[in-house]
């Protein structure tokens, strides 16, 4: 087809999948008719999933199936495809005749790769690439030191965030007022989803943990937490507490708009007793944060961020990792956060610097073998994110806390958790030990041990390691690579 005879656009959805407040729609369907709509679900990216019981997997197909009911309620419909992204949609785009490609920014490096090679294929058929700014408020090089460098310090950057920030960041991308150029899949394209089964994989206990994809699952967790935000900062910490917002898988996949839920935040904090709406817009300015680190230095991926730490000579003992992985290391609160992780996708915050902690620093594992196990079973994974607190933890990071800094997991349980209520919820057989006991159940005097029925060692495991011997070690370890070298 010539350049002159195409005509209209095609909007490649990826990690945003609503139909409103999209930055690449908006633009598309201002632009003019008509407008198809097109999803792929990415073999690049599912064939390398570990297990075919993935709660992402189906979370999308549900957004995706939600999406698609939507746009076809306003005169559209989703265009889907499971196949590599990097070769569907520009054999899509030239099938259908449109002058342009339109999607958001992604700034993951496998991403960048990706639409740089559609970018090309694009090209080569006449075909523009246009991107959009969508899933952060600030991007890239929008938000930088005065020396014009790249922050690498958390508070600073969130304070040049603060300052920065205008309604006009806020501001919704309207999709209703054009929504008469979207277009119909034409019939010989319109197949429709592709059933779980059909792409090698299986259904979840998703439904039965409550947990509701698409954007009508976002809008509930949104409008559930807007009365909570309030003592958010209070009760954040906390993992029996219902204080997180249970935002981020849908972050994660684009079925909440962050500009909504910005503008919401910092208008609450600037109210009588914001301080809650403060310390959640933080958290946002937090992801922000470790999504230009990842775009200003993608050698995180792989390597530490400090790259000294690069040469921490870690022992890596397999059968720790194993306890760790599977919920065995005799301590309860990390145990009790591990098996939320398996049974759930899920993982409270505190609880992700805890086990983290204590993978890196008790167990003497490097941080790359957790980080691949959070993003393997996580469900709102985001690598930035996720690969900021792994270092974060393991003081391989930017901004990280100090390599010295080694949290202690039963002061950390009795801190966070002092009752044992959500160990209890997920370690029932340490049930019967009260307060005081739950959290070092080693401790426990034998007799004790066997009148309630929790034998360490028979009903719970021993601990792994002596934390007081593995800090030790773990000082020594860091020690080594902070020592200055004798010359």
């Known amino acids: 087809m010539t350049a002159t005879a195409r005509r209209g656009a095609l909007v490649w959805f990826r990690r945003d999948l609503r139909d409103h407040d999209h930055h690449a729609l908006a633009r598309a369907l201002a632009d003019g008719a008509p407008v198809y709509a097109a999803f792929v679900f990415d073999r690049e990216i599912l064939d390398a999933l570990p297990a075919p019981a993935d709660r992402r997997v189906e979370f999308i197909w549900e957004s995706a199936r939600e999406l698609d009911a939507a746009l076809r309620r306003r005169g559209g419909g989703l265009i889907v495809r499971h196949a590599r992204a990097r070769d569907a949609i520009p054999v899509l785009a030239d099938v259908l005749g449109v002058v342009a490609v339109y999607a958001n920014h992604d700034y993951e490096p496998a991403?960048?790769?990706?639409?740089?090679?559609?970018?090309?294929?694009?090209?080569?058929?006449?075909?523009a690439l246009r991107t959009f700014?969508?899933?952060?408020?600030?991007?890239?090089?929008?938000?930088?030191?005065?020396?014009?460098?790249?922050?690498?310090?958390?508070?600073?950057?969130?304070?040049?965030?603060?300052?920065?920030?205008?309604?006009?960041?806020?501001?919704?991308?309207?999709?209703?007022?054009?929504?008469?150029?979207?277009?119909?899949?034409?019939?010989?394209?319109?197949?429709?989803?592709?059933?779980?089964?059909?792409?090698?994989?299986?259904?979840?206990?998703?439904?039965?943990?409550?947990?509701?994809?698409?954007?009508?699952?976002?809008?509930?967790?949104?409008?559930?937490?807007?009365?909570?935000?309030?003592?958010?900062?209070?009760?954040?910490?906390?993992?029996?507490?219902k204080g997180p917002s249970y935002l981020s898988v849908h972050l994660r996949f684009g079925t909440v708009s962050v500009r909504e839920l910005v503008a919401f935040a910092h208008a609450a904090s600037?109210?009588?007793?914001?301080?809650?709406?403060?310390?959640?817009?933080?958290?946002?300015?937090?992801?922000?944060?470790?999504?230009?680190?990842?775009?200003?230095?993608?050698?995180?991926v792989a390597q530490s961020f400090k790259p000294e730490y690069d040469g921490l000579a870690f022992p890596n003992d397999g059968v720790r990792f194993t306890a760790w992985c599977e919920a065995r290391t005799g301590y309860p609160?990390?145990?009790?956060?591990?098996?939320?992780?398996?049974?759930?996708?899920?993982?409270?915050?505190?609880?992700?610097?805890?086990a983290a902690s204590f993978l890196v620093k008790d167990l003497l594992v490097d941080w790359r073998w957790g980080e691949k196990v959070f993003a393997d079973r996580l469900i709102d994974y985001d690598l930035a994110s996720n690969n900021g607190g792994w270092q974060w933890a393991a003081s391989t990071g930017c901004d990280a806390q100090p390599y010295f800094r080694i949290f202690n997991p039963v002061t950390q349980s009795q801190r966070f958790d002092a009752q044992g209520a959500f160990i209890r919820r997920y370690v029932p057989e340490l049930a019967p030990l009260d307060a005081r006991e739950i959290h070092a159940p080693w401790t426990v005097p034998p007799a004790t041990q066997r009148a309630k029925g929790v034998v360490v060692g028979r009903d719970y495991p021993a601990p792994v390691v002596d934390h007081a011997l593995a800090r030790a070690q773990a000082l020594e370890l860091f020690g080594v690579v902070r020592r200055p070298a004798i010359r």
């Open 333 to 354: 609160i990390v145990d009790a956060a591990m098996r939320q992780l398996n049974a759930t996708g899920y993982m409270h915050n505190r609880l992700r610097m805890i």
């Open 111 to 127: 991403a960048r790769d990706r639409d740089a090679a559609v970018a090309h294929a694009l090209a080569a058929r006449g075909i």
């Open 270 to 300: 600037l109210q009588a007793g914001g301080e809650g709406a403060s310390t959640w817009l933080s958290e946002l300015v937090w992801r922000e944060f470790y999504a230009q680190i990842l775009w200003h230095h993608p050698h995180v």
């Open 133 to 241: 700014k969508d899933q952060v408020i600030f991007e890239r090089a929008e938000v930088m030191t005065l020396a014009g460098r790249p922050f690498t310090v958390f508070t600073p950057y969130r304070n040049a965030w603060l300052r920065a920030l205008q309604p006009a960041h806020v501001a919704p991308h309207d999709v209703g007022a054009h929504a008469g150029a979207l277009a119909p899949p034409p019939a010989a394209e319109d197949r429709g989803l592709p059933a779980l089964e059909a792409m090698g994989f299986e259904r979840t206990n998703l439904a039965a943990l409550g947990v509701v994809p698409g954007m009508s699952g976002g809008a509930a967790r949104f409008e559930d937490f807007k009365p909570r935000i309030g003592d958010y900062r209070a009760a954040r910490d906390y993992p029996a507490a």
